[in-house]
Protein backbone atom coordinates (compact mmCIF):
# COMPACT_ATOMS: atom_id res chain seq x y z
CA UNK A 1 0.00 0.00 0.00
CA UNK A 2 1.63 3.11 -0.76
CA UNK A 3 0.56 6.61 -0.10
CA UNK A 4 1.12 10.12 -2.44
CA UNK A 5 1.52 13.13 -1.41
CA UNK A 6 2.12 16.10 -3.19
CA UNK A 7 4.36 19.76 -3.62
CA UNK A 8 7.74 19.98 -2.43
CA UNK A 9 7.82 19.17 1.46
CA UNK A 10 10.18 20.66 3.97
CA UNK A 11 8.93 17.82 6.76
CA UNK A 12 10.61 18.88 10.13
CA UNK A 13 10.94 15.57 12.18
CA UNK A 14 10.88 16.68 16.10
CA UNK A 15 14.00 15.87 18.09
CA UNK A 16 12.77 17.22 21.33
CA UNK A 17 15.18 18.39 23.73
CA UNK A 18 17.06 19.88 20.47
CA UNK A 19 15.91 23.80 20.86
CA UNK A 20 19.00 25.52 21.25
CA UNK A 21 20.89 26.94 18.92
CA UNK A 22 23.99 24.98 17.68
CA UNK A 23 25.90 25.47 14.94
CA UNK A 24 26.44 22.69 12.14
CA UNK A 25 30.36 21.48 12.92
CA UNK A 26 31.11 19.88 9.27
CA UNK A 27 33.31 21.39 6.63
CA UNK A 28 31.11 22.81 3.40
CA UNK A 29 32.60 19.69 1.69
CA UNK A 30 31.14 17.25 3.71
CA UNK A 31 27.73 19.14 3.25
CA UNK A 32 27.80 18.85 -0.05
CA UNK A 33 28.57 15.60 -0.23
CA UNK A 34 25.14 14.72 1.58
CA UNK A 35 23.30 16.73 -0.37
CA UNK A 36 24.93 15.26 -3.89
CA UNK A 37 24.43 11.77 -2.64
CA UNK A 38 20.51 12.24 -1.62
CA UNK A 39 18.96 14.62 -4.20
CA UNK A 40 16.73 13.69 -6.50
CA UNK A 41 16.46 9.93 -4.57
CA UNK A 42 13.17 8.00 -3.14
CA UNK A 43 12.51 7.20 0.06
CA UNK A 44 9.50 5.95 2.52
CA UNK A 45 8.68 7.87 5.93
CA UNK A 46 9.12 5.75 8.41
CA UNK A 47 6.36 7.28 10.80
CA UNK A 48 2.88 8.88 10.06
CA UNK A 49 3.43 12.74 9.92
CA UNK A 50 0.81 15.37 11.08
CA UNK A 51 1.27 17.99 8.63
CA UNK A 52 0.37 21.84 8.43
CA UNK A 53 1.82 25.44 7.52
CA UNK A 54 5.29 26.18 8.41
CA UNK A 55 5.59 28.97 11.19
CA UNK A 56 2.97 31.00 9.75
CA UNK A 57 3.72 30.29 5.78
CA UNK A 58 0.81 29.02 4.19
CA UNK A 59 3.22 27.59 1.16
CA UNK A 60 5.09 25.64 2.96
CA UNK A 61 4.32 22.81 5.03
CA UNK A 62 5.82 21.05 8.23
CA UNK A 63 5.80 17.67 9.01
CA UNK A 64 5.90 16.54 13.05
CA UNK A 65 5.10 13.16 14.76
CA UNK A 66 3.35 15.34 17.49
CA UNK A 67 0.77 17.21 17.13
CA UNK A 68 1.78 21.25 16.33
CA UNK A 69 0.59 22.52 20.12
CA UNK A 70 3.43 19.77 21.38
CA UNK A 71 5.83 20.61 19.02
CA UNK A 72 8.51 23.00 20.17
CA UNK A 73 11.74 24.25 18.46
CA UNK A 74 12.09 27.62 19.23
CA UNK A 75 11.41 29.86 22.40
CA UNK A 76 11.03 33.23 22.71
CA UNK A 77 12.61 35.81 25.06
CA UNK A 78 10.03 34.85 27.42
CA UNK A 79 11.48 31.50 27.47
CA UNK A 80 7.63 30.39 25.68
CA UNK A 81 7.57 28.33 23.11
CA UNK A 82 6.88 29.86 19.47
CA UNK A 83 4.88 26.88 18.25
CA UNK A 84 4.79 26.45 14.71
CA UNK A 85 0.70 26.89 13.80
CA UNK A 86 -2.41 24.26 13.43
CA UNK A 87 -1.96 20.49 11.89
CA UNK A 88 -4.03 20.72 9.08
CA UNK A 89 -3.91 16.55 8.19
CA UNK A 90 -1.92 13.34 8.44
CA UNK A 91 0.65 11.77 5.90
CA UNK A 92 0.68 8.34 6.44
CA UNK A 93 3.93 5.71 7.27
CA UNK A 94 5.39 4.40 4.18
CA UNK A 95 4.13 7.40 2.57
CA UNK A 96 6.91 7.57 -0.64
CA UNK A 97 8.82 10.84 -0.94
CA UNK A 98 11.67 12.55 -3.29
CA UNK A 99 14.54 14.37 -1.75
CA UNK A 100 15.16 17.35 -3.11
CA UNK A 101 18.19 18.61 -1.53
CA UNK A 102 19.31 19.26 1.93
CA UNK A 103 20.20 22.73 2.57
CA UNK A 104 22.70 23.77 5.69
CA UNK A 105 22.96 26.82 7.79
CA UNK A 106 23.46 29.28 7.34
CA UNK A 107 21.01 30.37 4.78
CA UNK A 108 18.78 33.11 4.42
CA UNK A 109 15.64 31.80 6.22
CA UNK A 110 13.13 33.66 8.35
CA UNK A 111 13.56 34.80 11.73
CA UNK A 112 11.13 32.60 13.39
CA UNK A 113 11.63 29.48 12.30
CA UNK A 114 14.51 26.53 13.26
CA UNK A 115 17.02 28.35 10.79
CA UNK A 116 20.05 26.92 12.97
CA UNK A 117 18.91 23.27 11.70
CA UNK A 118 19.65 21.39 8.59
CA UNK A 119 16.36 21.22 6.40
CA UNK A 120 15.65 18.42 3.77
CA UNK A 121 13.58 19.95 0.84
CA UNK A 122 11.18 16.96 0.48
CA UNK A 123 9.05 16.42 -2.79
CA UNK A 124 5.50 14.39 -2.36
CA UNK A 125 2.83 13.60 -4.66
CA UNK A 126 -0.86 14.59 -4.43
CA UNK A 127 -0.77 17.30 -0.99
CA UNK A 128 -2.59 20.42 -2.68
CA UNK A 129 -2.14 23.60 -0.84
CA UNK A 130 1.06 24.10 -0.52
CA UNK A 131 4.21 25.55 -3.04
CA UNK A 132 6.83 23.91 -1.36
CA UNK A 133 7.24 22.21 1.55
CA UNK A 134 10.61 21.70 4.06
CA UNK A 135 12.58 18.25 7.13
CA UNK A 136 14.59 19.59 10.07
CA UNK A 137 17.73 17.33 11.04
CA UNK A 138 19.08 17.42 14.89
CA UNK A 139 22.34 20.07 14.40
CA UNK A 140 24.61 19.22 16.64
CA UNK A 141 26.36 16.50 14.50
CA UNK A 142 30.16 16.07 13.42
CA UNK A 143 30.09 13.82 10.61
CA UNK A 144 28.32 12.76 7.90
CA UNK A 145 27.81 9.24 9.62
CA UNK A 146 26.29 10.90 12.59
CA UNK A 147 23.95 13.11 9.39
CA UNK A 148 22.97 9.30 7.95
CA UNK A 149 21.79 8.13 11.33
CA UNK A 150 19.52 10.69 11.54
CA UNK A 151 18.73 10.78 8.16
CA UNK A 152 17.59 7.11 8.11
CA UNK A 153 15.78 7.01 11.85
CA UNK A 154 13.02 9.02 9.52
CA UNK A 155 13.38 7.88 5.76
CA UNK A 156 13.85 4.26 4.52
CA UNK A 157 14.82 2.99 1.12
CA UNK A 158 12.74 0.54 1.00
CA UNK A 159 8.70 0.16 1.45
CA UNK A 160 6.86 -1.07 3.96
CA UNK A 161 3.85 -2.52 2.45
CA UNK A 162 4.56 -6.32 3.41
CA UNK A 163 5.13 -5.16 7.30
CA UNK A 164 1.85 -2.89 6.82
CA UNK A 165 -0.10 -6.03 5.57
CA UNK A 166 0.63 -8.36 8.43
CA UNK A 167 -0.58 -5.73 11.28
CA UNK A 168 -4.52 -6.28 11.73
CA UNK A 169 -6.59 -4.25 10.65
CA UNK A 170 -6.90 -2.13 13.70
CA UNK A 171 -3.32 -1.78 13.86
CA UNK A 172 -3.28 -0.08 10.36
CA UNK A 173 -6.20 2.21 10.91
CA UNK A 174 -4.04 3.49 14.20
CA UNK A 175 -1.44 3.71 11.91
CA UNK A 176 -2.93 5.91 9.21
CA UNK A 177 -5.08 7.75 11.72
CA UNK A 178 -2.04 8.69 14.25
CA UNK A 179 -4.17 7.69 17.13
CA UNK A 180 -3.80 4.52 19.92
CA UNK A 181 -5.88 1.87 20.13
CA UNK A 182 -5.03 -1.27 22.97
CA UNK A 183 -2.72 -4.29 21.79
CA UNK A 184 -0.20 -2.50 20.08
CA UNK A 185 3.19 -3.15 19.76
CA UNK A 186 5.84 -0.98 20.88
CA UNK A 187 7.20 -0.63 17.09
CA UNK A 188 3.24 0.28 16.09
CA UNK A 189 3.52 3.02 19.18
CA UNK A 190 6.61 4.77 17.76
CA UNK A 191 5.49 4.52 14.19
CA UNK A 192 2.56 6.50 14.77
CA UNK A 193 3.85 9.03 17.66
CA UNK A 194 7.37 9.25 17.10
CA UNK A 195 9.83 8.32 19.81
CA UNK A 196 9.15 9.09 23.42
CA UNK A 197 11.29 11.44 25.39
CA UNK A 198 11.71 8.96 27.82
CA UNK A 199 11.00 5.37 29.04
CA UNK A 200 10.45 4.11 32.45
CA UNK A 201 10.05 0.39 33.72
CA UNK A 202 7.64 -0.99 36.14
CA UNK A 203 6.20 -3.65 37.82
CA UNK A 204 2.03 -4.38 37.81
CA UNK A 205 1.80 -7.81 40.30
CA UNK A 206 2.77 -10.50 37.27
CA UNK A 207 2.94 -7.83 34.18
CA UNK A 208 5.98 -6.06 33.27
CA UNK A 209 4.86 -2.42 32.29
CA UNK A 210 7.00 -0.13 29.89
CA UNK A 211 6.22 3.42 30.26
CA UNK A 212 6.97 6.02 26.90
CA UNK A 213 6.35 9.18 28.28
CA UNK A 214 5.82 11.94 25.31
CA UNK A 215 5.53 14.97 27.74
CA UNK A 216 2.20 15.94 27.15
CA UNK A 217 0.81 12.74 27.18
CA UNK A 218 2.60 8.89 28.11
CA UNK A 219 1.31 5.39 26.87
CA UNK A 220 1.64 2.27 28.79
CA UNK A 221 2.57 -1.16 27.74
CA UNK A 222 2.02 -4.07 29.25
CA UNK A 223 3.84 -7.70 28.62
CA UNK A 224 4.59 -5.95 25.53
CA UNK A 225 1.70 -4.38 24.19
CA UNK A 226 -0.22 -0.85 24.64
CA UNK A 227 -3.10 -1.20 26.87
CA UNK A 228 -3.40 2.70 28.47
CA UNK A 229 -3.03 6.13 26.97
CA UNK A 230 -2.47 9.24 29.58
CA UNK A 231 -2.56 12.31 29.20
CA UNK A 232 -0.29 15.05 30.60
CA UNK A 233 -1.75 15.95 34.55
CA UNK A 234 -4.07 12.26 34.64
CA UNK A 235 -4.14 10.57 37.42
CA UNK A 236 -1.48 7.86 37.25
Known amino acids: ?5 SATMLLVFMFYGATCQKNIRMSEENQKNINESL ?4 FFVKYSFYYGDFYGNSETCLLSTRRFSETVYLEGIDGKPILPGTEKGIIPFNTEVMIERVEFPPANRPLLTPRFYPWVYLKVDKLSGYKNCIAVI ?3 VDNPDEFYNLFYEIFSQNSADSYLKGL ?3 AREAVFNKSFATGLGENEVIIIFGKPDSVTYMKEKESNLKVLDYSYFRI ?3 DGVSYK ?3 AGEKK
Do not use: G, T, V
Open 220 to 222: ILK
Open 1 to 5: MKYYL
Open 39 to 42: REKR
Open 168 to 170: SAE
Open 229 to 231: FEK
Open 138 to 140: RPD
